[in-house]
């Protein structure tokens, strides 16, 4: 893909964000889709382009009452919106469509209008998973952290700063849902989930949702917010089953989807100014360091810890307060990409002061699937 | 009412020689008869090198302790709380989920790296799951 050629000129989350229990999963999806219409100054009829995850294409474009000429219902879990970028901005560029619309929303937390996911008996996380009492992310995403930390010799408490540090951005956030200060002995001490997993270092789970608009980057420029151009993109998937990742000590999805972002965007990651990395729970902030290329897998936890990527540090990592302390409706890749774009039009709430380049990183179903985007605010 | 049961795995043609070898005692992994590539979860072909020629052999039942978490809470069907999920690398090489016996279930007992030897676990009369124990001596 030709970098800078597709914008963001539309981008938007629920009215509300957090516990929604008068509002359905689908009419969550709508309620960020007309947001993000309203942001970008459209009409729904505009829209031919149409991309979206768990809910499908029909049910949601039905819903709204659009007519797509292009549709994209690729569905690999949280970073599925970023494959959904990467895919549109392939579209707008081979003129399939020129206005795409991208919804995510998941009533997490209520329940309302969402299916159960479940794993059936005979597949294989069926046969060879399910049987050992996996129940959940929580019981799942951390099962590599041990031999991570044993490679690298991370530390208990260099992945407890992960949520703290996380927490002083939430803390400049109105719609974090956690902003109250907390320690890395607020962290070790926080209820046990799944050894070495307390609350604290485990994503909220709530409802919400947001959306995106993407076109040509020549006709962004005659919308009513700055464009976000698409610099660069990657995508990749490993195994559906945790235990049968390549290796615990870094993840392969990640290691394609990433590095091909860059590449695409011409960027070294001295250029990058602003980062989100989806942190379902606290050891992807460090893996996806590593992964990406920021540095050896080994620096990592001390980075996090040293205070680089607090605010003023010197590199800004999941502004937002990330699915630990913004919220996480259970597919965060959205509001990952959200808190991308805002950034690069000046309007976060943690303003990163003169950032032209965001990385935004995303993994799906544990570490199955990874999607990176690179944005820029200068074409 | 009956007490809610640890999910059972349903067999495909694909994966009944494991089963069928786990309740009879033996830890079956596939080899590849063109490249020895040694690999799980099984498949009538190989994910190295995509021959279809490939044979079913008895594991030696060894591995190591890969890396693993201990669940507090919210608990499986059929489970109580505290107790590891982990991941067994085996002496062939492939790993494999499982559940560690004959062990606390506490970070101080579960040491990376150590020495653990397969057993098995009969749910029913039709299936029996591999788990693992540590390694004697
Ligand atoms: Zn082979």
């Not at chain 1, 009215?15 to 942001?39: C, F, K, M, R, Y």
């Not at chain 1, 992310?137 to 949520?163: C, D, N, Q």
């Not at chain 1, 609350?199 to 020549?218: E, F, K, N």
């Not at chain 2, 560690?100 to 029913?124: W, Y």
Request: hydrophobic share 40%; glycine share 8%; with cysteine.
């Amino acid at each position: 893909m030709r970098k800078n050629q597709v914008a963001v000129v539309g981008a938007a989350e629920t009215t509300e964000l957090g516990i929604i229990p008068n509002v359905s999963q689908l009419q969550l999806h709508a309620d960020a889709a007309l947001n993000a219409i309203a942001d970008a100054g459209l009409k729904l009829s505009d829209i031919d382009g149409f991309a979206t995850a768990v809910e499908t294409p029909q049910q949601v474009c039905h819903y709204l009452g659009i007519k797509p000429t292009w549709v994209d219902g690729t569905s690999v879990g949280g970073c599925s919106f970023m494959l959904h970028v990467r895919h549109a901005a392939a579209a707008i560029e081979a003129g399939l469509c020129k206005t795409v619309l991208i919804t995510h929303a998941e009533s997490g937390k209520s329940m309302i209008g969402k299916a159960p996911r479940s794993i059936p008996a005979d597949s294989l996380q069926g046969q060879f998973e399910a049987p050992y009492g996996v129940y959940g992310p929580p019981s799942m995403f951390p099962i590599p952290v041990l031999r991570f930390m044993k490679t690298y010799g991370i530390t208990h408490e260099e992945l407890a700063s992960v949520a703290v540090v996380q927490r002083e951005w939430a803390a400049r956030n109105p719609r974090a849902m956690m902003k109250d200060p907390i320690t890395v002995a607020d962290v070790l001490n926080s209820r046990m989930i799944a050894y070495p997993f307390r609350l604290l270092q485990c994503c909220l789970v709530t409802d919400g949702g947001g959306a995106l608009i993407l076109t040509s980057a020549d006709r962004a420029k005659d919308f009513p917010r700055k464009p976000v151009y698409i610099m660069g993109t990657g995508e990749s998937v490993e195994t559906p089953m945790v235990s049968q990742m390549e290796t615990f000590n870094s993840s392969s999805a990640f290691k394609t989807a990433g590095p091909l972002a860059f590449r695409e965007a011409g960027i070294a990651h001295g250029d990058v100014d602003h980062l989100m990395i989806y942190d379902a729970f606290a050891h992807l902030p460090l893996f996806g360091l590593g992964d990406l290329g920021f540095m050896p897998h080994e620096e990592t936890g001390q980075f996090i810890a040293d205070g680089n990527t607090r605010p003023g540090g010197k590199l800004p990592l999941n502004t937002n307060g990330g699915g630990l302390s913004y919220m996480h409706s259970g597919m965060y890749g959205m509001y990952a990409l959200q808190e991308s774009v805002r950034p690069m039009r000046g309007i976060a709430p943690a303003q990163v002061p003169n950032a032209k380049i965001s990385v935004c990183h995303g993994v799906g179903s544990m570490f199955a699937a990874s999607g990176t985007i690179v944005f820029t605010n200068e074409r | 009412m009956a007490e809610p049961q640890r999910a059972r795995p349903k067999p495909t043609p694909e994966t009944q020689h494991f089963w069928d070898g786990t309740k009879a005692g033996e830890l079956r992994l596939q080899r590849c008869d063109a490249c020895a590539h040694v690999y799980f979860p099984p498949r009538p072909f190989c994910p190295s090198c995509a021959s279809r020629k490939v044979s079913v052999f008895k594991a030696s039942g060894k591995g190591l302790l890969y890396s693993y978490v201990i669940n507090h809470r919210p608990a499986a069907p059929g489970f109580t709380p505290p107790y590891a999920i982990a991941v067994v690398e085996l002496a062939e090489g492939p790993r494999m989920m499982s559940n560690i016996i004959d062990c606390p279930q506490t970070p101080e007992a579960l040491e990376l790296d150590m020495k653990l030897e397969v057993a098995f676990e009969a749910l029913d009369d039709k299936i029996t799951l591999p788990v693992f124990r540590p390694t004697k001596g």
